[in-house]
């Protein structure tokens, strides 16, 4: 049996990070170097840790659950960011040569 096939480009992280790229398409350099600097504190850090170990307990409640549900969509949205972050970065230390 084949397994079904998920899009992904319309998840919500991923409209998100076309919003970030703006009309342009890219992000500036200066918009980037901030996304690689955004991250979890140490507080929220803690609590996914606390959140993972319950729910590998299966004693997470429902709250809890969806709860963890946007520690992980938060962190798939920063990925998304981060990476598109380091490739507008990439471009622009490395512009293409002209075609011509």
């Given at each position: 049996?084949?397994t079904?096939?998920?899009?992904?480009?319309?998840?919500?992280?991923?409209?998100?990070?076309?919003?970030?790229?703006?009309?342009?398409?890219?992000?500036?350099?200066?918009?980037?170097?901030?996304?690689?600097?955004?991250?979890?504190g140490?507080?929220?850090?803690?609590?996914?840790?606390?959140?993972?170990?319950?729910?590998r307990?299966?004693?997470l409640?429902?709250?809890?659950?969806e709860?963890?549900d946007?520690?992980?969509?938060v962190?798939?949205?920063?990925?998304?960011?981060?990476?598109?972050?380091?490739?507008?970065?990439k471009?622009?230390?490395?512009?293409?040569?002209?075609?011509?």
């Open positions: 049996m084949a079904p096939h998920i899009d992904t480009t319309n998840s919500t992280a991923a409209i998100f990070a076309r919003v970030w790229e703006g009309a342009s398409g890219n992000l500036s350099a200066t918009v980037a170097r901030h996304i690689l600097k955004l991250g979890f140490s507080d929220d850090k803690r609590r996914m840790q606390e959140l993972l170990e319950r729910n307990e299966a004693t409640t429902a709250i809890e659950l709860e963890l946007n520690f992980v969509k962190g798939d949205l920063l990925a998304i960011l981060q990476s598109k972050a380091r490739k507008a970065l471009r622009s230390t490395h512009p293409r040569a002209a075609h011509g």
